[in-house]
């Protein structure tokens, strides 16, 4: 079946500016994450959705980046007003619900990533 | 929160060598620790994991050990070969608050096989 897809690949934009980021999860897949990699760094967590319940935004560097998710489908991070500091690989990952399967925890599927350059 | 600690942060090795990688976690109810690997330009991608409930796991030239005392897990990858070239990165769950199935990455090790 598809996997985790996300829009555009590439997304070059000027300081000051806002950009949408949209990741489409694996069917069925109840969990959305959505990760932040800066050039030959690690994975930093920005933000957790589990089904139905409050999304965990624990991660989110600052009030300028949001996230949302309709139902247990598609989501949208959205950064305002960009800085350079902004640039990176967006990762969003997806995995089944956590309670399937008599498992607590089940792997994290990742998407090919939107690259960000902000200029 | 959970802090992941992942080292060395490069690692060169002979082809047909093994080769380990180290992480330490600091909550000690983190119980699903899984590896990623990470070709250049690619997405991370699932090569093994372990749960708190075993000490080992292996997958054919890939095992995992973990010392839940120590919380320390390990990635053991033995008679390397030029295809295991890539960045490494290992992870633990995060238990606090509403984050249950969430996980903390490590900073990666990047693994340069040389033949």
């Known amino acids: 079946g598809a996997g985790v897809s996300q829009s555009p690949s590439n997304k070059v934009t000027e300081k000051g500016k806002d950009v949408e980021l949209r990741c489409d999860p694996i069917s069925g897949h109840t969990a959305l994450y959505w990760y932040r990699q800066r050039l030959g760094q690690g994975l930093e967590f920005l933000i957790y959705?589990?089904?139905?319940?409050?999304?965990?935004k624990s991660g989110l560097p600052s009030d300028r980046f949001s996230a949302e998710r309709t139902g247990e489908s598609v989501s949208t991070l959205t950064i305002q007003r960009t800085q350079q500091e902004d640039s990176a690989v967006y990762l969003c990952?997806?995995?089944?619900?956590?309670?399937?399967?008599?498992?607590?925890?089940?792997?994290?599927?990742f998407g090919p990533g939107t690259r960000l350059t902000v200029l | 929160g959970e802090n992941v600690e992942q080292h060395p942060s490069t690692l060169s090795v002979q082809e047909g060598d093994s080769a380990v990688i180290k992480c330490t976690y600091s909550?000690?109810?983190?119980?699903?620790f899984p590896w990623y690997k990470q070709e250049l330009g690619k997405r991370p991608q699932l090569i093994i994991d372990?749960?708190?409930?075993?000490g080992e796991k292996k997958d054919q030239r890939i095992a995992v050990t973990l010392n839940k005392t120590a919380k320390h897990f390990s990635l053991h990858i033995t008679e390397t070969q030029p295809e295991d070239s890539a960045v490494y990165f290992c992870a633990a769950t995060a238990r606090s608050g509403g984050s249950q199935g969430n996980l903390i990455f490590g900073k990666g090790t990047k693994l340069s096989v040389k033949p």
């Open positions: 909550d000690s109810a983190s119980n699903y």
């Open positions: 959705f589990q089904g139905n319940s409050a999304p965990d």
């Open positions: 990952a997806s995995s089944p619900n956590p309670g399937l399967a008599g498992r607590a925890y089940n792997e994290q599927f």
């Open positions: 372990i749960r708190s409930n075993v």
